[in-house]
């Protein structure tokens, strides 16, 4: 379904046109062309970073060169933002003195407050002003907000086509600010503003001196700033062109490409800070060649394989300290420490059947059979949709709000089928149900619920189990539950892959690997092989050790568990029934 939205200037748009009309989707190059010029910069314009910043990006051996004259605060804090503990505190004070650093947030580890921290101290040295970027709009507003409460002067800089766009930093925002500024000067420009809100379009003349009013109201809100924040791409936005930033922190640079990366680096960059965490999802790539040339591996990633240490923040305070065992001690080699007790876990409506009450978690052992849904390019499973259904309704029941639960899927197929069945099946209110978000992987990273339940969909005799295959999808999801998590999965299928059989193992070990009715869960007796150490390794694109990209993107560089892709494949790389190298 296809919604078209016409924006209406004075009235023009033709909103009585049903019929008889086609719509063409344009490519917009804006990003991809922001990237170019940025590589560009980068190779020919000496001034675009600081030597020693060019030489460590291209792989050269250099000397690690400390800053000088940087004063160390006593106190490494901000006002009215939480105290850091000591990783996080260990962490900014570190990165002060360096000219590049990364800092490696798990979950739940308090990433945003420790950037907003160091940004607080980057503009304490008086070194002009810090450009502030991530990715996505959603992580630059969390930032602005942050930073905005230390009371430095922050301006959130967004595209022109999404100052329409409702944003919880509207006070904060560029276009925002250029309307409400009161000086002699907006004067006529708020004048010539409004006969153009009123008139739809202004005379030839007195548009050109309300863009130039506009320009010079601009710059002069972004040069009395002392924190700029924006996308990646939106730094090469042209209001910033004569702007320079020796100092940039970029959050979430573990989701963005290399040549993203770039665009706020050549700015002048001096000190740059990269916050991110490569055991979590990397950059969405749609092209597989391109993923596979490198373009699906971060910069963060690529500096570690050169070399450069990351500064890990080890004190989470997301999840019940059982949620967090596995996770750290699979992928941050146990050094994961819980800023929050068992008993501070424990959620008011906790009136759920958990085989262990202490221990609020189990994995569902599920035998019904996976279908290729009705896209013919996705994947569904009905008896775990209806398992779903019944353990949503047992929480819901509980005074679980709908909120607070979340049921994560890597499949497209079953994720609309969840929808549509606990609309249909549900024996609470439908509205219920439809408050639930049911979404990918992808859709939950760098967010959280009270409750999440994971169905893993795949159930099958030889065709592998696709998505699941990626180390870093099975982190992100396990990761995203404060009070407890429910993974519903056939142990059989996902034992054969070594970190699955792992995981099914640490929950046999707790008791926690369940079969039967929800009213009477009993001890699943399904015997797994010994589990085997699993080491995280660099992604180096889709093929590369942590298996894969992520949704359409093709995993582990092949089909069912790695192997050749022949004929026909969904989109994360597993062989269509019917086709390919592993039918008999």
Not at 116 to 139: D, R
Not at 272 to 288: A, E, F, I, R, W
Not at 440 to 458: P, T
Request: proline share 7%.
């Amino acid at each position: 379904e296809v919604v078209l939205e016409l924006r209406s200037g004075a009235n023009d748009a033709p909103v009585e046109e049903t019929v008889g009309f086609s719509v063409d989707f344009l490519w917009n190059s804006i990003s991809f062309d922001r990237a170019q010029a940025a590589m560009k910069a980068f190779a020919l314009d000496e001034t675009s970073v600081s030597g020693y910043i060019y030489h460590l990006l291209l792989g050269h051996d250099v000397e690690p060169k400390p800053l000088t004259n940087v004063v160390l605060p006593k106190k490494m804090s901000a006002p009215n933002l939480p105290p850091l503990n000591h990783s996080q505190e260990a962490a900014a004070r570190s990165v002060l003195t360096r000219p590049l650093s990364l800092i490696q947030g798990p979950p739940g580890t308090g990433k945003t407050v420790t950037s907003a921290t160091i940004v607080y101290q980057l503009a304490q040295q008086h070194l002009g002003q810090v450009i502030v970027c991530a990715p996505s709009n959603v992580a630059v507003d969390q930032l602005a907000e942050k930073i905005e409460r230390t009371g430095l002067r922050v301006v959130r800089l967004a595209a022109r086509s999404r100052e329409a766009v409702a944003s919880p930093v509207e006070h904060l925002t560029l276009h925002y600010q250029t309307a409400h500024l009161d000086s002699p000067e907006t004067a006529e420009f708020k004048k010539l503003q409004q006969l153009k809100d009123e008139l739809g379009e202004l005379s030839s003349n007195d548009e050109r001196r309300h863009k130039r009013l506009k320009r010079k109201i601009e710059r002069e809100i972004i040069a009395a700033a002392d924190v700029v924040c924006v996308t990646a791409v939106g730094a090469g936005d042209p209001r910033l062109a004569d702007f320079r930033f020796r100092q940039v922190l970029m959050d979430e640079s573990t989701q963005a490409t290399e040549p993203e990366c770039l665009i706020p680096l050549i700015m002048g960059a001096k000190q740059v800070v990269m916050v991110g965490d490569h055991c979590q999802l990397g950059p969405v790539v749609t092209s597989k060649r391109a993923a596979r040339a490198g373009l699906g591996q971060s910069m963060f990633e690529r500096l570690i394989s050169l070399g450069v240490q990351p500064i890990r923040l080890q004190v989470q305070y997301r999840m019940h300290p059982c949620l967090s065992e596995f996770p750290s001690n699979t992928f941050y080699e146990g050094t994961l420490q819980n800023g929050v007790t068992s008993a501070e876990r424990i959620h008011p409506c906790a009136d759920f059947p958990w085989p262990n009450p202490a221990r609020p978690m189990f994995f569902y052992c599920s035998l019904g059979a996976e279908e290729v849904s009705s896209s013919g390019t996705s994947y569904l499973n009905r008896v775990e949709a209806a398992t779903v259904e019944k353990l949503v309704t047992r929480f819901l029941s509980a005074g679980v709000l709908p909120e607070n639960l979340g049921i994560i899927t890597p499949y497209e197929g079953q994720r609309a089928y969840t929808v549509s069945y606990m609309q249909r099946n549900g024996a609470l209110r439908q509205q219920l149900y439809a408050e639930i978000e049911v979404a990918s992987v992808d859709a939950f990273q760098g967010r959280e619920k009270d409750f999440i339940i994971l169905s893993c969909v795949r159930s099958n005799e030889k065709q592998g189990i696709g998505f699941l295959n990626d180390p870093r999808r099975l982190n992100v999801a396990l990761t995203r539950a404060k009070y407890g998590l429910v993974v519903i999965g056939n142990p059989k299928v996902l034992s054969k892959q070594p970190l699955w059989n792992n995981f099914l193992v640490h929950f046999k070990e707790q008791d926690a690997l369940v079969e039967g009715p929800l009213t009477a869960l009993k001890r699943s007796m399904v015997q797994f092989a010994r589990p085997r150490k699993f080491a995280p390794t660099l992604q180096s694109g889709p093929g590369g050790p942590m298996g894969g990209g992520r949704m359409g993107m093709g995993g582990g560089g092949g089909g069912a568990m790695g192997a050749p892709l022949h004929g026909a494949v969904l989109g994360d790389g597993t062989p269509l029934p019917g086709y390919g190298s592993n039918m008999p």
